[in-house]
């Protein structure tokens, strides 16, 4: 098993590929560069600790993913 650091997770949002990948330029298994940084919507602070801020750095993901 592989582990990548939060702050350096990028998640691929090209078509059928969604791999989780530690290069901000592409992906490692499609070579796609429609990248989201993990850490932007994962990120862990007060705000974020409230069901409120939870459920607004799921919104944040799902915009990412739906504007591909």
Excluded: H, K
């Excluded at 650091?5 to 499609?30: E, K, M, Q, Y």
């Amino acid at each position: 098993m592989t582990y990548i650091p939060l702050n350096s997770a990028f998640l691929c949002c090209d078509t059928d590929c969604n791999v989780i990948g530690n290069d901000s330029r592409t992906c490692p298994a499609c070579a796609g560069g429609s990248l989201l940084a993990l850490s932007r919507v994962m990120a862990r602070n007060p705000s974020s600790d409230t069901p409120a801020g939870l459920w607004r750095a799921v919104g944040e993901l799902e915009q990412a993913l739906s504007a591909q």
